[in-house]
């Protein structure tokens, strides 16, 4: 399994393909940034908040929550939206994966 994570860390990703996953998940997703830092009182700017759950989606069914900050998927670390995009991607394709 490993090897499979290391070919797909290696993988292109653009934030909007990241984007696209997201909502394909059923979350519309950003990086945190400093202001979010600030305004959600994080420790670090880290990981990618959640600014909208889709109804009835794999996200809404799992109960992810706005204003969510992903920090892991299937306990790869989430630092911005590359890695959530990199994640998602290979996530989505198991039928049971932790957010």
Request: hydrophobic share 45%; proline share 2%; with cysteine.
């Amino acid at each position: 399994m490993p090897a499979l994570a290391g070919a797909a860390d290696r993988e292109p990703m653009t934030v909007d393909e990241a984007s696209r996953l997201g909502e394909e998940f059923g979350v519309i997703v950003g990086d945190v940034d400093e202001a979010i830092k600030k305004e959600l009182n994080l420790e670090r700017a880290q990981g990618v908040a959640v600014f909208e759950v889709i109804g009835s989606s794999r996200a809404d069914n799992a109960g992810i929550k706005v204003r969510s900050i992903i920090t892991e998927i299937d306990k790869t670390e989430i630092g911005n939206m590359i890695d959530f995009g990199r994640a998602i991607k290979r996530a989505m394709k198991e039928c049971n994966f932790t957010v």
